[in-house]
Nanobody, 115 residues
Framework: QVQLVESGGGLVQPGGSLRLSCAAS????????MAWYRQAPGKERDLVAT???????NYADFVKGRFTISRDNAKNTVYLQMNSLKSEDTAVYYC?????????RGQGTQVTVSS
């Protein structure tokens, strides 16, 4: 059974950094574009960043210059390096991708930015 599992969330002070990981496991033949989303309490889910299978990237304006998405195709893993974190980055972060033609989403990892 294919699944996505995120890790790396936690509590960090403003200006700090975190690195999120999202690993796909199971019987995998293909993984398409991988994406990170986030959802803060009471708010809509926002697309944060995407990376294609060829490693082309795109970012939401609110994270450009601070976050970096990358992937390791050999490990079926996508990463999100988050620097210069702000309180407004507090949210549950999810990864989503299409694996073997079907969409999957992880369970999410909480990121809290607070002093």
């Amino acid at each position: 059974q294919v699944q996505l599992v995120e890790s790396g969330g936690g509590l960090v002070q403003p200006g700090g950094s975190l690195r999120l990981s999202c690993a796909a496991s199971g019987r995998i033949f293909s993984i398409d574009t991988m994406a990170w989303y986030r959802q803060a309490p009471g708010k809509e889910r926002d697309l944060v960043a995407t990376i294609t299978s060829g490693s082309s990237t795109n970012y939401a304006d609110f994270v450009k210059g601070r976050f970096t998405i990358s992937r390791d195709n050999a490990k079926n893993t996508v990463y999100l390096q988050m620097n210069s974190l702000k309180s407004e980055d507090t949210a549950v972060y999810y990864c989503k991708t299409r694996i073997n033609g079907y969409f999957y989403r992880g369970q999410g990892t909480q990121v809290t930015v607070s002093s």
